[in-house]
């Protein structure tokens, strides 16, 4: 936004710019700062969603002050204005239900389907046509007793190293479970990797 100082009358002071908009939107750097009569200035500003809200109006003031050298009087002149964010696009979703909120065991999901419902609310300024996804994830678990065999000593497990099941005796014995990878050598010692996750 373009703001012009222009002497009407009296001494040509320097004039200073200044705005209080930062305490209501947020970051409104000033391109020039100030300067003698007459200057121009631009004023740019950057709003945040979470500073200003939808139709929720905000004022900011911005103020040019002469300086006084020639006019031995200091003065100040304000401008109040007043910022409403209208958003053209506004989809959010406000409600999210689901016919369980636990997992299902042994069940068939194709003949027991999960059913979710969700409440998505356009508070923006136009129509809008929009698809909403929803993606199930299974949950993965720890289990202490899934080591692993570090080949190549570099710490974590890599694509290929044996995986078993270990007996807490952090060296692989006859009465380990392999579940990945070969069988490695009796008595290799087991490593755990915080990464290796299983479903439960």
């Given at each position: 936004?373009?703001?012009?100082?222009?002497?009407?009358?009296?001494?040509?002071?320097?004039?200073?710019?200044?705005?209080?908009?930062?305490?209501?939107?947020?970051?409104?750097?000033?391109?020039?700062?100030?300067?003698?009569?007459?200057?121009?200035?631009?004023?740019?500003?950057t709003?945040?969603?979470?500073?200003?809200?939808?139709?929720?109006?905000?004022?900011?003031?911005?103020?040019?002050?002469?300086?006084?050298?020639?006019?031995?009087?200091?003065v100040?002149?304000?401008l109040?204005?007043?910022?409403?964010l209208?958003?053209?696009?506004?989809?959010?979703?406000?409600?999210e239900?689901?016919?369980?909120?636990?997992?299902?065991?042994?069940?068939?999901?194709?003949?027991?389907?999960?059913?979710f419902?969700?409440t998505?609310?356009?508070?923006?300024?136009?129509?809008?046509?929009?698809?909403?996804?929803?993606?199930a994830?299974?949950l993965?678990?720890?289990d202490?007793?899934?080591?692993?065999?570090d080949?190549?000593?570099n710490?974590?497990?890599?694509?290929?190293?044996?995986?078993?099941y270990?007996?807490?005796?952090?060296?692989?014995s006859a009465?380990?479970?392999?579940?990945?990878?070969?069988?490695?050598?009796?008595?290799?010692?087991?490593?755990?990797?915080?990464?290796?996750?299983?479903v439960d």
């Open positions: 936004m373009p703001v012009t100082a222009t002497l009407t009358s009296g001494a040509p002071d320097t004039v200073t710019f200044g705005n209080s908009c930062s305490k209501a939107l947020g970051e409104c750097p000033i391109s020039i700062t100030s300067g003698p009569f007459p200057v121009t200035t631009q004023v740019n500003f709003v945040s969603p979470d500073i200003l809200l939808p139709g929720v109006p905000k004022n900011f003031n911005i103020s040019a002050t002469t300086d006084g050298l020639y006019s031995e009087v200091s100040t002149s304000i109040t204005f007043t910022v409403t209208v958003r053209t696009h506004d989809l959010h979703t406000t409600l239900t689901s016919s369980r909120a636990f997992a299902y065991t042994g069940v068939s999901l194709a003949g027991n389907p999960i059913h419902n969700a998505i609310v356009n508070e923006g300024t136009v129509s809008e046509t929009f698809s909403a996804n929803i993606t994830k299974v993965l678990a720890i202490n007793k899934i080591s692993y065999i080949i190549n000593l710490g974590v497990w890599d694509l290929g190293e044996p995986i078993v270990d007996n807490v005796t952090s060296l692989y009465g380990d479970t392999v579940i990945a990878n070969g069988a490695p050598t009796l008595g290799t010692a087991l490593k755990t990797d915080s990464l290796i996750k299983y």
